[in-house]
């Protein structure tokens, strides 16, 4: 299954955020950066997805929660840049 990603590179922090259908659970976390580090991908890994309002939905390291709930999804979104195969 290949899921669209973002890379963004805010100061000296890399992220590499994936684009989610629906909510990830701390499994599904580490089978994504399992893949972004298979696929070369360099940066933190955060999952996001739109709830059933539009609001932007993460799963990411707490030292990039601030960043996460500031942004709106379709920002976000509007940075995809590659595509990444998930294992």
């Known amino acids: 299954m290949m899921v ?5 590179d805010i100061g000296d922090v890399k992220l590499v955020i994936v684009f ?3 909510p990830a659970a701390a499994a599904d976390y580490a089978a994504l950066e399992a ?3 298979q696929a070369g991908f360099e940066g933190e890994v955060a999952a996001v997805w739109p ?3 539009g609001r932007t ?8 929660h601030a960043f996460l ?3 709106d999804y379709d ?3 509007a940075q995809t840049n590659a595509a990444l195969r998930l294992q």
């Not at 669209?4 to 963004?8: D, G, R």
């Not at 939905?57 to 990039?64: H, I």
Request: proline fraction near 4%; glycine fraction near 4%.
């Open 20 to 22: 989610l259908n629906g």
């Open 35 to 37: 893949s972004a580090a």
């Open 57 to 64: 939905r993460f799963l990411a390291r707490p030292e990039r």
């Open 4 to 8: 669209k990603v973002a890379f963004l």
């Open 51 to 53: 709830d059933e309002h």
């Open 69 to 71: 709930q500031a942004v």
């Open 75 to 77: 920002q976000l979104r």
